[in-house]
């Protein structure tokens, strides 16, 4: 009976998140608000028939009380991060709290899935996350000195990855974090967000051309110290951030052009100068030459999602397991492979909705300032998805960044966070403003 309700809803799985991925791209065409509340209320139907949906099968596969508990907990969460938002911030965007509900809950099941320790471990993060992060669209939408630090933003990230070069902990040939009493954090992912801060405060006081080679040299230095750390994977994020934020302030195809040079240039210097870069670009070339040590995981993950096919094992009947980190670089090979190709694809579109989201805010604001920072977080984010699912499809060498909201990490939890939270200041400063607009033009 087991087998038959896996069979059977993993298919409804797929419908869910199809017709939750559909209504995420609806709202784009829809032009009255009452229209956009209406397709995000069946969003949230489906994600929650979904969440629920997978939590039958981990109770049939692990016949645990405690898993109950936790799946009660999590809708518990949703429901409360959901009106809350909505009762405390009236011009939030919706979109972007159920995309984060159903990227988050996506999360949960297959962590769960894989680690329930992990699993339930996360869920405390993000809890703590939700609550850490509330402030920041009330500080977004009346604290205009913000732009008035960029040196703060600038001077704090290099130290902090000056620290981690010099004293961090080493995971897989890459220096990423810090322990402080039992507990590991990895700067860089907080730095990201300072970093965009400060190429913004920069470029709207000024985009002449000692501005700009000043604010090159800094990002240059933020780079210089992620490749002497061997955090390949977050110089890259860094770099496209920067030459976006660079490109949207001047419009100059001169400095874009150096940049994307000098870039190319450091990416060679890389190759040669570290074995473990050499290693992943050699995996990813040809990693059945050496499947069993170098090109293990590429492999692995290869050969889970070619199982999975598209419309996956069910849950519980793949061995995802078999993938080195699965639950962190390569979650995203265990979501195909069990869950399906199709779902899989339908968590990419859905982070690209979220991208629409975050360039319509951006391209709708009207100072310098808040349009560079959407631009800037927009870039981090969509190059960390595309990282992490390109090095997993083998479309690019692995660069081993986690997928966000979906794979494990506290440090990423946070800063993901953080960001969406950034753009929902930004979204709800610009709900505001047009109300005035239009109070103001029904007075005349």
């Not at 518990?76 to 991060?81: A, G, T």
């Not at 040299?217 to 110089?235: C, M, Y």
Request: charged content about 15%; glycine content about 8%; proline content about 2%.
């Amino acid at each position: 009976m087991t087998n038959l309700i896996i069979q059977i809803s993993r298919y409804l799985m797929i419908l869910l998140i199809a017709m939750d991925t559909y209504y995420n791209f609806r709202f784009f065409s829809m032009r009255d608000e009452e229209g956009k509340n209406r397709v995000c209320g069946r969003q949230l139907v489906c994600m929650f028939m979904l969440h629920f949906l997978a939590n039958i099968l981990i109770w049939l596969n692990t016949e645990s009380v405690t898993m109950l508990a936790f799946y009660g907990a999590q809708v518990v969460f949703f429901l409360l991060y959901i009106y809350l938002t909505r009762l405390f911030y009236r011009n939030s965007s919706r979109l972007l709290v159920n995309n984060m509900c159903t990227l988050l809950a996506t999360g949960f099941i297959i962590l769960t899935r894989l680690n329930p320790d992990r699993a339930m471990r996360q869920f405390v993060i993000v809890a703590a996350a939700a609550v850490i992060t509330w402030i920041i669209p009330f500080i977004i939408d009346r604290v205009w000195q913000l732009v008035t630090f960029p040196w703060v933003y600038g001077i704090l990230g290099l130290v902090l990855l000056g620290v981690v070069c010099v004293i961090g902990n080493t995971s897989y040939g890459a220096q990423l974090s810090l322990s402080f009493g039992g507990f590991t954090v990895q700067p860089s992912e907080f730095v990201k967000i300072s970093f965009v801060f400060f190429v913004a405060a920069m470029f709207y006081q000024s985009t002449d051309r000692e501005t700009i080679i000043k604010t090159t040299v800094v990002a240059a230095l933020h780079v210089l110290v992620l490749v002497l750390s061997k955090d390949l994977g977050s110089a890259l994020i860094f770099f496209v951030a920067y030459m976006t934020m660079l490109f949207v302030a001047t419009s100059s195809y001169l400095w874009f052009g150096a940049g994307i040079a000098g870039g190319s240039l450091a990416a060679v210097a890389a190759y040669y100068l570290f074995p473990h870069v050499r290693r992943r670009v050699e995996a990813w070339a040809d990693p059945w030459s050496d499947i069993a040590n170098k090109g293990y995981q590429v492999a692995q993950a290869l050969f889970a999602i070619g199982t999975g096919g598209w419309f996956g094992m069910g849950l519980y009947r793949g061995m995802p397991e078999k993938i080195p980190v699965v639950d962190k670089d390569f979650v995203f090979a265990a979501i195909s492979e069990e869950m399906g190709a199709l779902y899989a694809l339908c968590v990419l579109f859905l982070c690209l909705g979220c991208y629409m989201q975050f360039m319509l805010i951006a391209m709708k604001m009207q100072a310098m300032f808040y349009k560079l920072i959407a631009f800037g977080l927009g870039s981090v984010y969509i190059t960390q998805v595309f990282l992490t699912i390109g090095g997993v499809t083998k479309f690019i060498p692995s660069t081993g960044v986690t997928l966000p909201l979906v794979s494990y990490g506290g440090s990423s939890i946070v800063s993901t966070f953080i960001i969406f939270q950034v753009i929902q200041g930004l979204y709800v400063l610009k709900r505001g403003e047009e109300e005035e607009e239009e109070n103001s033009s029904e007075e005349e």
